[in-house]
Nanobody, 128 residues
Framework: QVQLVESGGGLVQPGGSLRLSCAVS????????MGWFRQATGKEREFVAA????????YYADSVKGRFTISRDNAKNTVHLQMNSLKSDDTGVYFC?????????????????????WGQGTQVTVSS
């Protein structure tokens, strides 16, 4: 059984920073592409970032590129999302997800339905 537990969310002012963490209980953590998604109230869940199995390359939604950084530590079964220069539009529940599929024509997916396992989410609120 694969379990994901997010932490690190909270309330932050615009322009501030937060670092989200995801602890993954899995016998073969390095076999998963890891992703972060977010969901604002009343909106669809959207892709934020993904990182391939051995720590790179990494990929970002255009809305967060240059502000967010995803990283992973395969020795500790953890994945992080460093979020800088936060905006009110970044508000939402952030989810960590794991994808076990080995794609033939791409290295990662931006679609939630491609990810096999999900955490419970952590709330991020950007407000003054």
């Amino acid at each position: 059984q694969v379990q994901l537990v997010e932490s690190g969310g909270g309330l932050v002012q615009p322009g501030g920073s937060l670092r989200l963490s995801c602890a993954v209980s899995a016998p073969t953590f390095s076999s998963y592409v890891m992703g972060w998604f977010r969901q604002a109230t009343g909106k669809e869940r959207e892709f934020v970032a993904a990182i391939t199995r051995h720590g790179g390359p990494d990929y970002y939604a255009d809305s967060v590129k240059g502000r967010f950084t995803i990283s992973r530590d395969n020795a500790k079964n953890t994945v992080h999302l460093q979020m800088n220069s936060l905006k009110s539009d970044d508000t939402g529940v952030y989810f960590c997800a794991a994808d076990s599929t080995y794609y033939t024509s791409r290295t990662y997916s931006t679609q939630p339905y491609d990810y096999d396992y999900w955490g419970q989410g952590t709330q991020v609120t950007v407000s003054s």
